[in-house]
């Protein structure tokens, strides 16, 4: 059973910014493509970046230029570094890994923008 731990959101002002962690356990090497959804109230949840294993990765086109993503193999973690933070970017940020085949959620971690 894998568990993934994120930490990072929280509230900020319209332009701020903010770093997501997601920290993985298990065997590093089982590991594939991460990314990372968010979920606003009364939406479904959307896929906002990836990042395979090689590190390619690939955006959402409403985040494309203020949100990178990033992943460190040896600590099985997956960052998301968000800059010029807008209010439509507030939701429940969730981690997703693929894990030899099987994929897991993180718990979710609400970011909320606001002045």
């Known amino acids: 059973q894998v568990q993934l731990v994120e930490s990072g959101g929280g509230l900020v002002q319209p332009g701020g910014s903010l770093r997501l962690s997601c920290a993985a356990s298990g065997s590093g090497f089982l590991i594939n493509d991460m990314r990372w959804y968010h979920q606003a109230p009364g939406k479904e949840r959307e896929l906002v970046a990836t990042i395979t294993r090689d590190g390619i990765t690939n955006y959402a086109d409403s985040v494309k230029g203020r949100f990178t993503i990033s992943r460190d193999n040896a600590k099985n973690t997956v960052y ?4 010029s933070l807008k209010p439509e970017d507030t939701a429940v940020y969730y981690c997703y890994i693929n894990y ?6 993180g718990q979710g971690t ?5 002045s």
């Open 80 to 83: 998301l570094r968000m800059n």
């Open 100 to 105: 030899g085949g099987v994929i897991y959620w």
């Open 110 to 114: 609400q970011v909320t923008v606001s």
